[in-house]
């Protein structure tokens, strides 16, 4: 077998690259991240919406679904048996921060959800349990954001706009898990100020994506070209069917038409899913964009 | 102490010698590349000029792959060499995206260089490569400490590098640094490299 074939021929076109695009956290296995993210911020906001319109099958599907996106992140890992190790630099990794969150997040929440089930969530620790849930999903909602927004390497993503973007994304992930679940049959979700309060939340984060690309598109060089990749290069498909036609125009059309008319639940049902692609294809494009800071522009001279 | 390189871009070549070298010296795989070099050309015909840019890990003072290590797998010994501990490290890849010269790498899949199953080289070599893990330059300090210097260094036929100690104001690397305008990589990040380059 020859030597130069992908990945190594990809790579070492790579490194010739004046503007090396990043492949690990996007490429074969790291699209198990890609996952993580995704499952682990719908999975917290899911959390969100359940502890507020008191949905006990809502809470179990929070926890299932960011214990399968905790599960995504180890299988993307070089070493999964080397996993406990994570936890060791939260004072300075957001991994760290993030896998910490994710724990506390699993341990509280299954037992305030036990509590629940048996009625006896009212007492001192269920109230503790339920603060400790919340500070775990507020650590989950918030470290993706950061784990990109820290590196100074990769100029699209070091910006203090992805913490929220992220956020919004997660919460809105939450929402439209708890529409895909009233479509198929569980009982209990209110879903006029469900498809209310989603609604708001996907224009925000509308903006938050427009914000977010004005922004990079006037920075430096390497962010300038993660956008144009973004608008017309390698991640355009993604960005255009998945971000903006899934994830924005068709929950924000039916979203509207659904809140002043009436449609059926199979409907809302799409919108959830619709809505959770485009969740999906923001983390997807986020990171299949982004591009180190060129080294060939720093060749010292006199 | 605080060890450290000056690559002079006005004696270098682009031979590639110093990545071979190092490929030589440490049998790294397939797709990893310690050292490399990276070409740039400039202006228009006839007036082009091609220059050459030797890249290695720059053991940053304040290693930006250090910070975001979740599992202290990346660490600064006291002569300022960052090592990654590859029995230590879950190939999560974080520190590659924070690094701001491309000087990481993850080792996959074991792969032989010629097919057909490794040879008897990279039998002896691979074993300090292990899978799933990411590695970089390490300023060969297992050749430092015997007294040598690192073998992309020792094997650069035009002379370009030189390496010591960047604390110590009377050593060449000091004296060069100060005398020829040594310039570090990308300082506006913030992470005070310890290779500078004397400007071509």
New interface residues.
Partial sequence: MAVWEDPFQKLSEDLKATLRPQREWVAGRGLFLLLGHFLSGAGAGTWLFSLYFELPAGLLISLVVVALGGLAHLIFLGRLGRAWRIVRRPHSSWISRGLLSMTLFLISGAIYWWLDRSGWATGTLGQVLWGLSLLGVAGILLYKGFVYAVSKAIPFWNTPLLPPLYIAYGVRGGAAILLVAAALGVGGIELKPLELIKLWVVVSSAVLVLIYLAGMSNSGVAARRSVAELLGGRAAVAFYLGVVLLGLVVPIGLGVFSYYGSVSMAVLGLVGLSSLAGDFYVKYCVARAGIYMPLSGEFPTR | MRYGMVID?KRCIGCYGCQIACKAENATP??V?WA?V???EAGRFPNVRR?S?P?LCMHCQDP?CQ???????TTKRDDGIVTVDSE???????C???????ARY?H?KE?????QGLNEYEKAGYPDHP????EKCHFCHHRLEKGQEPACVANCMARARYFGDLDDPSSEVSRLIREK?G?Q??PA??TDPSVY????
């Fill in positions: 871009l397939p797709g590349f490399r990276l070409k740039q220059s840019l890249l930006a910070q975001v290590c979740p599992t202290e797998a230590k490290c879950v190939g999560c890849r974080y590659m995206m924070a690094c701001p010269y491309g993850f996959a792969r032989s260089y010629f097919g899978t799933g893990v990411v305008r310039q990589l990308q990040v913030g380059y004397l400007p071509a």
